[in-house]
């Protein structure tokens, strides 16, 4: 008997497979992978691209302007998604490579994934060293693409054609696993895309995919609702993984069932809304001063789909010496962090099994209400931050307090480095799930305006992605501007300008170093200047406005969610002006310094570092 087989080059047969693979998501069958954003190179354009242009009404290839800023548009439309449906960023090799090096950096610290597909060298050998070769002196099979070893769940280099009949199963599981979700990386020989090899056509066959539900182990399933009914002060703490287990309905009726408040991870911020009855807060650095006293009163931590960050933790200073975790995650590595009671599986079906484990018990009906006691008092304390003034500098609460005010329920608030994931995780009330999106598990310069690309392709229209970012990222990275004018993705992106890199000029000062290389005025400039970035932004294709007061952007708010095209707003803000937190954190400090000032910072940290409670 024959088998039936298709001659395809390996580069087609890779296109081809991608084509058909399929997701679920509500009932609906739609394509695994969305689309392609792809900068083409010698490593990719003539094999590679051939295969792609034949299909692009099937797999829409869209072109970046940066390889870095496509893949994180590319990470952030999997957020968007919760996972369920990818894209494919796809570059030549060199350069171009070596640029995505830090978005999948971003995408594994965020346990998100994206499959990432370059150029390689010859695997033949032949011509080397070719165009863009780094070459290894003890080791010729070294390329640029080994650097994504570190950054990725799953790594592989294609220099036979029918290597990717294992490898694209493998990438994909991989990806959509929720315990070991991440970036893929293939890599292809630039000869062994050409080559043409007879593939079975059953590897061509539509396959739909769905995302893994593991259950917990039922011993431990007993032994937590177990610890839970001793607790006195028990707390919930929401992670992400909440929200990919698409289990935010469910954590929030078992946190009122069980009379348990809920604090929020910053990647958990979003999968309640801002009044939710259960909701007292985001915790940690950037956390309020509700989640925060809660914390430190908590005897048993319930920490679902979170890995349990520094910024989360307050560098592990927030919780009591003696205080018991009980940690559902689906990823083992996470869910036995700090001596918890490690209990994995996924988080919807978990919290599912352990509320029926729990039989009729409830916490201390005092204190939820007092949760939304502490949690009354921290909105007060941000009213008073956001409260329109007539200052002549506005501060980044009061702007962020506008751009809340003036947002659409179903729009998506956008950040990631800088002051602004403080300010929006303290200060952004959330109006329907899922709406907000701050990067900070990489904490990356550059992800917001990509991002914002990424959301404006997820939603389609419903809703607009708010993209909130300082002038110093602006400048980092905002090309996808032009792309999300070119493909007609709109988006609004406010610039809040306030001379430089304002947060971590804030972080060195505090810790005794006086301003250096920061604020653009602390640096060695001829004459410092600011950036017309309402220029800028119309060079692009984009529409812009300057605003002089918190009046003025009320109203260019206002006028934006009118426009046809993405938008950008500018305005000058306080670079000194911050909410206070009240959580510590553990950085580094010179033990040895002639500064009176850092002195004291050092003597400061080691009273930090005395409070904290140390894992295993």
Known sequence: MSRKTVRVTMAQALVRYL???????????????????????????????????????????WRGQNEQSMA???????????????????????????????????????????????????ANRIPDPVLQQVEHFSDP???????????????DRIVLPEQIISSLPQAIATMLDPADCGPAFIGLAQDAQEVAFDYPAAFFEPAVWSIPRPRADRTRLVEAAALLQAAKRPLIISGGGVRYSSAEEKVAEFA??????????????????????????????????????????????????TRLQDFTTGSWTVFQQDAKFISINAARFDAVKHRALAVVGDALETVIELD????????????????QSLFADWNKLLDQHQ??????????????????????????????????????????????PNTFDCEFGFSCMGYEIAAGWGHAMAKAGNGTPIVMIGDG???????????????????IVVVCDNGGYAVINRLQQFKGV???????????????????????????????????????????????????????????TDAHAWVPGDADWDVGVPEVSERKSVQKARADQEKIRQKQRVGV
Not at 30 to 49: D, E, K, R
Not at 527 to 550: Q, Y
Request: aromatic content about 6%; glycine content about 10%; overall charge neutral.
């Open 19 to 61: 084509c058909n693979q399929f997701t679920e998501i509500d009932g609906e069958r739609l394509p695994l992978f969305a689309g392609v954003f792809g900068i083409f190179g010698h490593g990719n354009v003539t094999c590679l691209s051939e295969a792609l242009e034949s299909v692009q009404d099937q797999l829409p290839t």
């Open 72 to 122: 994180l548009a590319a990470i952030a439309f999997a957020k968007a998604k919760r996972r369920r449906q990818l894209m494919v960023a796809a570059t030549s090799i060199g350069p171009g490579a070596a640029n995505m090096v830090t978005a999948a950096g971003t995408a594994h610290a965020n346990r998100l994934p994206v499959l990432l597909i370059a150029g390689d060298t010859f």
């Open 141 to 155: 099979t070294v390329t640029v693409n080994d650097a994504f070893k570190s950054v990725t769940r799953y790594w």
């Open 256 to 305: 009122v069932k069980r009379g348990i408040p809920i604090v929020e991870t910053i990647a958990g911020k979003g999968a309640m809304t801002h009044n939710h009855p259960a909701h007292a807060g985001p915790i940690g650095i950037v956390g309020s001063t509700s989640a925060n006293a809660l914390a430190g009163e908590a005897d048993v931590i319930l920490a679902i789909g």
């Open 356 to 371: 029926e484990a729990l039989g009729d018990w409830k916490a201390d009906p005092a204190l939820l209400p007092k949760a």
């Open 387 to 432: 409260a329109v003034t007539n200052g002549p500098i506005p501060t980044y609460a009061q702007v962020v307090g506008i751009v809340n005010e003036t947002s659409k329920p179903n729009d998506t608030l956008i950040a990631a480095a800088g002051g602004t994931p403080g300010e929006v995780t303290k200060g952004w009330r959330v109006k329907n």
């Open 473 to 491: 990222t602006y400048m980092m990275m905002n090309s996808d501007i032009y792309s999300t004018v070119l493909t007609g993705h709109k988006m």
């Open 514 to 572: 006086p301003g250096f290389n920061n604020l653009i005025k602390d640096c060695r400039v001829k004459e410092p200047f600011a950036v017309d970035f309402v220029k800028h932004a119309e060079s692009m294709g984009a529409l812009a406005r300057r605003c002089e007061s918190l009046a003025d952007l009320k109203t260019a708010m206002e006028w934006a969610q009118t426009t046809d095209r993405t938008t950008v707003i500018t305005l000058v």
